[in-house]
Nanobody, 115 residues
Framework: QVQLVESGGGLVQPGGSLRLSCAASGTIFSNYAMGWYRQAPGKQRELVAHLTTYGSTTYANSVKGRFTISRDNAKNTVYLQMVSLKPEDTAVYYC?????????WGQGTQVTVSS
């Protein structure tokens, strides 16, 4: 059973920064494509950033240039570095691990951007 545990969320002022972490256990982490998604109140869950096993990245247009996804296979951890945060980035952020046969989600971590 794969477990994903997110951390690093919190309250930050507009223009501030946060780094989210997602620690994986119970699997060979390097076999999984990793992603960060978010869901704001009343909205559908959306892809924020994606990182393949080969290191290719994809970002939502709304976060390009501000967010960076990275992984440390030795630590079984994926990160989302967020800078220049905006109120519209407020959401619950979820970690996702995926192969062609499997799909796992973390429990989510709240990010609130407010003055």
């Amino acid at each position: 059973q794969v477990q994903l545990v997110e951390s690093g969320g919190g309250l930050v002022q507009p223009g501030g920064s946060l780094r989210l972490s997602c620690a994986a256990s119970g699997t060979i982490f390097s076999n999984y494509a990793m992603g960060w998604y978010r869901q704001a109140p009343g909205k559908q869950r959306e892809l924020v950033a994606h990182l393949t096993t080969y290191g290719s990245t994809t970002y939502a247009n709304s976060v390009k240039g501000r967010f960076t996804i990275s992984r440390d296979n030795a630590k079984n951890t994926v990160y989302l570095q967020m800078v220049s945060l905006k109120p519209e980035d407020t959401a619950v952020y979820y970690c996702n691990a995926k192969t062609t046969m499997t799909n796992y989600w973390g429990q989510g971590t709240q990010v609130t951007v407010s003055s």
